[in-house]
């Protein structure tokens, strides 16, 4: 599963909300989540013996601390959450089980299954500020 973040649209485009985002996510749950136990935890989008492999992000994945979300997002100005649009096209037990971590610290996203295409027309051409996308199959 991979979530891409529109950093350029509020409200995600605060830098301390996607943080906040980031350590209210139990990784564990959710890959559990999409992929019925069978997965490793990586955080880089490659794998170790990849060239291109670096621990740069590991000290921000899996934080699965919700007291610091919210300190997060009341550093954010954010301290009672926000509302966002989720757009996602499968790996439902994915997407909801992100979402049960982001409602634990007042995160309040609007969960919406679209075909692939409508939901790359999101992404890609309307900016959407904030899109799930399960691939673990």
């Known amino acids: ?3 891409l973040i529109n950093s350029v649209q509020a409200p995600t485009n605060n830098v301390k909300l996607r943080q906040a985002m980031q350590a209210a996510v139990d990784m564990k749950e959710v890959m559990t989540a999409a992929t019925d ?18 621990d740069a992000g590991k000290p921000h ?6 007291k610091k979300a919210k300190q997060l ?3 954010a100005g954010l301290p009672n959450g926000a509302e966002f649009d989720l757009h996602a096209y499968r790996e439902r037990e994915f997407t909801e089980a992100v979402i049960g971590d982001l409602n634990k610290v007042g995160l309040r ?5 679209l ?4 939901l790359n027309d999101l992404a890609f051409v309307h900016h959407n500020n904030f899109v799930g996308i399960g691939n673990s199959r």
Do not use: I, R, W
């Not at 069978?38 to 880089?44: G, I, M, T």
């Not at 075909?115 to 409508?118: E, K, P, R, S, T």
């Open 37 to 54: 136990g069978n997965f490793k935890l990586n955080h880089s989008f490659v794998y170790p013996n990849n060239p291109y492999f670096n």
């Open 61 to 66: 994945y899996n934080v699965n601390d919700t």
């Open 1 to 3: 599963p991979v979530m």
């Open 73 to 75: 997002l009341a550093e």
């Open 115 to 118: 075909q692939l295409a409508a």
């Open 109 to 113: 996203p609007k969960l919406t299954f």
